[in-house]
Nanobody, 112 residues
């Protein structure tokens, strides 16, 4: 059974940092594109960043220069380093390995 497990969310003050981790299990092949999305209350889910196994990355304009996505050495892992966090970054963050593979989400709350 395919599972994506996220960790690393929490409560942080504005200007602080958090690092999210995601590991996919039960997938018998290396996933090319993994990424992070987020959904704030009352808003649609939106792309945060994606990374390919070859090292190519893509970011939403709102997080460029503050967030860094990376793939781990272990197969099918992805990380999101979030710096200079703002209250508007508050959301549930979801890891994805492409449809239909999604994690359960991890809450990130940034206080002002």
């Amino acid at each position: 059974q395919v599972q994506l497990v996220e960790s690393g969310g929490g409560l942080v003050q504005a200007g602080g940092s958090l690092r999210l981790s995601c590991a996919a299990s039960g997938i018998g092949f290396s996933i090319n594109v993994m990424g992070w999305y987020r959904q704030a209350p009352g808003k649609q889910r939106e792309l945060v960043a994606t990374a390919t196994s070859g090292g190519s990355t893509n970011y939403a304009d709102s997080v460029k220069g503050r967030f860094t996505i990376s793939r781990g050495n272990a197969k099918n892992t992805v990380y999101l380093q979030m710096n200079s966090l703002k209250p508007e970054d508050t959301a549930v963050y979801y890891c994805t390995a492409g449809e239909p593979y999604w994690g359960q989400g991890t809450q990130v709350t940034v206080s002002s």
